[in-house]
């Protein structure tokens, strides 16, 4: 008898057992729209301060190295990515681009000797999560000295 109640004490009913899957798939459900949103927002969080370091990069370079450096696209597209290069075409930094971020920027961006933009205008990047919910978008801002500047929402 005793051999019998221990062998029926091991283990869990099929009851159990579905009742935790089932509370597993709600919460499933209901965690699973959510998580695909963070991760949407955390690669463009991850974009938008690619490009940052990236302008920060170039901008430095150009200073260190006395000579202008210009930040291209790949193919036109900033959101396939670009490359820094200095006034003798000697590739500095190669930057891959990011599937579901829209990224809207100047045709190029070109720093002087001196660290600054020699474009006469502040230039400014957008960019924005491809099918996420509340439409996440952060903006870029290159003021006239050459500083960078990351913000939260449209330029």
Do not use: H
Request: net charge positive; with cysteine; aromatic share 8%.
């Amino acid at each position: 008898m005793r051999a019998r109640s221990l062998f029926r004490s091991r283990g869990f009913t099929m009851t159990e057992i579905m009742v935790v899957v089932g509370i597993l798939g709600i919460l499933a459900a209901v965690a699973g729209p959510n998580m695909i949103t963070m991760v949407r927002t955390q690669k463009l969080k991850t974009a938008a301060f690619d490009v940052f370091s990236s302008l920060n990069f170039a901008r430095s370079e150009a200073i260190k190295r006395n000579r202008a450096v210009t930040v291209t696209p790949t193919n036109g597209d900033w959101a396939r990515g670009w490359r820094i290069t200095d006034a003798a075409n000697t590739v500095l930094r190669d930057q891959s681009g990011w599937e579901d971020i829209t990224l809207v920027g100047p045709a190029t961006v070109t720093f002087g000797s001196n660290g600054r933009p020699t474009a006469p205008v502040a230039q400014q990047f957008n960019l924005s999560a491809y099918n996420v919910a509340s439409a996440k978008k952060r903006c870029i801002s290159l003021d006239l000295s050459g500083r960078a500047v990351s913000k939260e929402g449209a330029c």
